[in-house]
């Protein structure tokens, strides 16, 4: 367990997985963390879970206004930040032959645009040597059906590693973990169907050289790594993917 006594944080998508599960070893570590959400369940259980030194704010990263409220909040309850980090996404699966404007709108609009707009209000709020991280995705071999959430993905990249170079005058470090297959209660792809939820996990632990899905809080554990850690590292993409990108799997 980490010492973040007096450090402040803000997770963007840290309601559920593996955004509460960094929130929470931020809160027991001593942090104070606000984290965000969309649904009204998932933010009573996350400031149920994170007690009183976590707050639960509503923010749809769809709507900049939504965001600039959210940056007068956390400039309001938190002040300068230690950590910003950025893991608000949607996914579903659809081939590229299926996928139609309001699909490649909506994705782009939360991931890519809400990511930016997000990183582009909040980061003036990270203190002089402070830490931004994103969420991408383990640059492994591309999954069918996955291709607009992996283009989401890759234009965040983009963005944090031009961040990373535009604030280091301010030596505030910008990184990227990349999770694989990671077992939360979505496996990361929110509106799967069941059936194709269950042939994902199967997926996952046949493809993975682990042979196992991660847990949250081994990816907690490398965001807060890079946050706070590795001081001397910027502008990366850190996969947390058992292998998966690296490797090749059992035979």
Same mark, same amino acid.
């Given at each position: ?9 803000? =997770? @963007?998508?840290? $309601?559920?997985?593996? +955004?509460? #599960?960094?929130?929470?070893?931020? !809160?027991? *570590? /001593? ?100 830490? =931004? @991280?994103?969420? $991408?995705?383990?640059? +492994?071999? #591309?999954?069918?059906?996955?291709? !607009?959430? *992996? /283009? ?100």
């Amino acid at each position: 367990m980490g010492d973040y006594a007096g450090k402040t944080a803000v =997770v @963007v998508g840290g $309601t559920h997985g593996m +955004g509460l #599960a960094t929130a929470r070893m931020l !809160v027991e *570590g /001593g942090a104070r963390v606000l984290v965000t959400g969309r649904k009204a369940e998932n933010l009573e259980a996350a400031g149920r879970a994170l007690g009183g030194r976590g707050e639960a704010l509503r923010c749809d990263v769809a709507s900049l206004a939504e965001i600039e409220a959210l940056a007068e909040a956390v400039r309001d309850r938190l002040g300068a930040l230690d950590l910003l980090f950025v893991n608000a996404a949607i996914g579903a699966f659809e081939p590229i032959d299926q996928v139609s404007e309001a699909t490649f709108d909506r994705f782009f609009t939360v991931n890519a645009k809400g990511a930016f707009f997000t990183l582009q209000r909040l980061s003036p709020l990270v203190r002089d040597g402070g830490a =931004v @991280v994103v969420t $991408t995705v383990t640059p +492994g071999n #591309a999954s069918p059906g996955l291709g !607009v959430y *992996g /283009g989401t993905k890759a234009a965040l990249l983009a963005f944090a590693r031009v961040l990373a170079a535009e604030l280091l005058p301010r030596r505030i470090r910008v990184n990227a973990v990349a999770p694989g297959f990671i077992a939360t209660p979505t496996l990361g792809v929110a509106e799967a169907s069941p059936e194709e939820r269950a042939a994902l996990e199967k997926l996952g632990d046949e493809v993975t050289p682990m042979q196992r899905h991660g847990t949250p809080e081994e990816v907690a554990r490398a965001v807060l790594f890079l946050a706070f850690e590795a001081s001397f590292t910027t502008g990366i993409e850190l996969p947390v993917d058992g292998g998966l990108s690296q490797i090749d799997a059992p035979q």
